[in-house]
């Protein structure tokens, strides 16, 4: 999993050097889709459920599973990327939010805030905690900063299947549902909305987006409970 993690955040690195105005989400489709298969991997998501992409790419008020297609980026736009890799049967999964050229100060924020919002949430991973303060501590960090937390997509286990229990909500109370334990592998993954917390689904039945218009992000990371507390894997 160690492996399925790098190959994920390599590709992650690959994109960035692509990610600028008049870019296609399906070019960097392309791009990931290749990049991965170099590294003996094959992409989680192509086929999931019948998704089309390599990648989900996201622009601006869209907020997940974004289907890679002909929409060129352009100067100001976020795209957030979700990459999953199976590697010798093991999967990786993370989400990065980019932004396009230039943005303004206030999108820069939400960006900033959400990743944040997640190292907040790993902070409290460690074993004998209980799931929620993870979810407590994201809630707690996204609100304080004037932002909203999408309540209806959420965390996961992740191993032989993509997406395995528990599921990991990113609101909620602390010390509720199970202790973690060493060897938990966890994909958390906070999701945030400039305006608010609502979101729907477009008619192609994949594409998640604000039901107000405004930005949203996404940032996540794929980790281990260790002995003393968590380790990343899907960084390099």
Same mark, same amino acid.
């Given at each position: 999993?160690?492996?399925?993690?790098?190959?994920?955040? !390599?590709?992650?690195?690959?994109?960035? #050097?692509?990610?600028?105005?008049?870019?296609?989400?399906?070019?960097?489709?392309?791009?990931?889709?290749? /990049?991965?298969?170099?590294?003996?991997?094959?992409?989680? /998501?192509?086929?999931?459920?019948?998704?089309?992409?390599?990648?989900?790419?996201?622009?601006? +008020?869209? @907020? &997940?599973?974004? $289907? %890679?297609?002909? *929409?060129?980026? +352009?100067?100001?736009?976020?795209?957030?990327?979700?990459?999953?890799?199976?590697?010798?049967?093991?999967?990786?999964?993370?989400? =990065?939010?980019?932004?396009?050229?230039?943005?303004?100060?206030?999108?820069? #924020? @939400? @960006?900033?805030?959400? +990743?944040?919002?997640?190292?907040?949430?790993?902070?409290?991973?460690?074993?004998?905690?209980? !799931?929620?303060?993870?979810?407590?501590?994201?809630?707690?960090?996204?609100?304080?900063?004037?932002?909203?937390?999408? *309540?209806?997509? &959420?965390?996961?286990?992740?191993?032989?299947?993509?997406?395995?229990?528990?599921?990991?909500?990113? /609101?909620?109370?602390?010390?509720?549902?199970? *202790?973690?334990? %060493?060897?938990? &592998? !966890?994909?958390?993954?906070?999701?945030?909305?400039?305006?608010?917390?609502?979101?729907?689904?477009?008619?192609?039945? =994949?594409?998640?987006?604000?039901?107000?218009?405004?930005?949203?992000?996404? /940032?996540?990371?794929? $980790?281990?409970?260790?002995?003393?507390?968590?380790?990343?894997?899907?960084?390099?």
């Amino acid at each position: 999993m160690r492996e399925a993690g790098k190959i994920v955040a !390599l590709t992650h690195q690959e994109l960035q #050097k692509h990610i600028a105005p008049g870019i296609t989400t399906k070019e960097l489709d392309g791009i990931a889709d290749r /990049f991965i298969r170099q590294h003996d991997a094959v992409p989680s /998501f192509k086929g999931y459920n019948g998704f089309s992409g390599s990648i989900c790419a996201s622009v601006n +008020e869209e @907020l &997940v599973h974004g $289907i %890679p297609g002909n *929409r060129a980026l +352009e100067d100001g736009d976020i795209i957030s990327i979700d990459i999953g890799a199976k590697y010798k049967g093991y999967h990786g999964d993370s989400a =990065w939010t980019y932004p396009v050229g230039t943005i303004p100060e206030e999108t820069q #924020k @939400l @960006l900033d805030v959400t +990743e944040e919002s997640l190292y907040r949430g790993l902070s409290e991973a460690k074993p004998g905690v209980r !799931l929620s303060n993870i979810s407590h501590a994201v809630q707690t960090y996204a609100e304080e900063n004037g932002f909203s937390i999408v *309540r209806e997509y &959420v965390g996961h286990g992740v191993g032989q299947d993509l997406h395995e229990a528990p599921q990991i909500p990113h /609101f909620g109370p602390p010390d509720k549902g199970p *202790r973690l334990k %060493p060897g938990m &592998v !966890l994909a958390v993954e906070p999701m945030v909305n400039a305006g608010s917390r609502y979101v729907k689904t477009l008619a192609d039945n =994949w594409t998640v987006v604000t039901v107000d218009g405004k930005m949203c992000a996404h /940032f996540e990371h794929t $980790i281990a409970i260790t002995e003393e507390g968590y380790e990343i894997l899907t960084r390099t």
